[in-house]
Each structure stands twice: as C-alpha cells, then as structure tokens.
C-alpha cells in the first residue's frame, strides 16, 4: 500500500474556503492564486470578475469592498 503524502492529505479535506477559492477561480475564469491574492487584497478583480463574484456569494456588488489594502 503506498503512503499518503501530506499534499494528497490536504486536497481530500472538505474545506469551505478551499471549495469557495475554487468555486470563484472557477467562476471568473481565473487562478486559484489570483483568488487568494483578492482575498489578502494584494490585487483587485476586474470589474467583470466582480460581478461574478458577487453573483457567486449571493449579494450586490456594491456591498463588496474590492479595495486593494494600502
């Protein structure tokens, strides 16, 4: 029997922020990393992907701060 790694651990969680990450990169036709770089505020969507976005999480756009941190 082969061992599990670490890696093959991880992606077998049920993780709902993995799966939101997953589901917005998905959604807006993106990388996982852009998603996770949004969410650290590193970088902002364009306003397409933000539509989407706001589409997926079930809210208004405006209601969304996609302000890049300063």
């Known amino acids: ?3 599990l790694t670490l890696k093959d651990y ?3 969680l049920s993780d709902p ?3 939101l990450r997953e589901k917005l990169a998905r959604g ?3 990388s996982s990393s ?3 770089r ?4 590193e970088t902002s969507p364009t306003a397409l992907q933000r539509e989407k ?4 999480i079930g809210v208004s756009e405006n209601q969304i701060d ?3 941190k300063n």
């Open 53 to 56: 976005i706001a589409e997926i």
């Open 10 to 12: 991880y992606d077998s």
């Open 28 to 30: 807006c036709k993106t």
């Open 66 to 68: 996609f302000s890049k």
């Open 38 to 41: 949004w969410l650290k505020r």
């Open 1 to 3: 029997m082969d061992k």
């Open 17 to 19: 922020q993995k799966e």
């Open 34 to 36: 852009a998603v996770y």
